[in-house]
């Protein structure tokens, strides 16, 4: 059974940071996308970042880039989002999923975390 299981969230000032981790177990996911989604109240989940498995290539939104990081532990099948810099637009419920075609699409990965809140206060 596969499971993705998010950490990490919290309530931070802005301009600070935090470091979401999405630790992954039940199988590999070689050759596909991990990526992070986000979802305010009242919004669609909208892409943030995401990452082949095994391979480098990064891709961000537009919104995060120079501020997030994805990463990822092979060996501790963990994936990482660094987020600095964050503003009060960032707050959500951040999501991980695995074994996607398309990074930026959420409806085409085929698994999810439980998710967790992110809040930046002004």
């Known amino acids: 059974q596969v499971q993705l299981v998010e950490s990490g969230g919290g309530l931070v000032q802005a301009g600070g940071s935090l470091r979401l981790s999405c630790v992954a177990s039940?199988?590999?996911?070689?050759?596909?996308?991990m990526g992070w989604f986000r979802q305010a109240p009242g919004k669609e989940r909208e892409f943030v970042a995401a990452m082949r498995w095994n391979y480098d290539s990064t891709y961000y939104a537009r919104s995060v880039k120079d501020r997030f990081t994805i990463s990822r532990d092979n060996a501790k099948n963990t994936m990482y989002l660094q987020m600095n810099s964050l503003k009060p637009e960032d707050t959500a419920v951040y999501y991980c999923?695995?074994?996607?075609?398309?990074?930026?699409?959420?409806?085409?990965?085929?698994?999810w975390g439980q998710g967790t809140q992110v809040t930046v206060s002004t």
């Open positions: 039940g199988r590999t996911f070689s050759g596909t996308f």
């Open positions: 999923a695995a074994g996607g075609l398309i990074h930026y699409a959420p409806g085409n990965y085929d698994y």
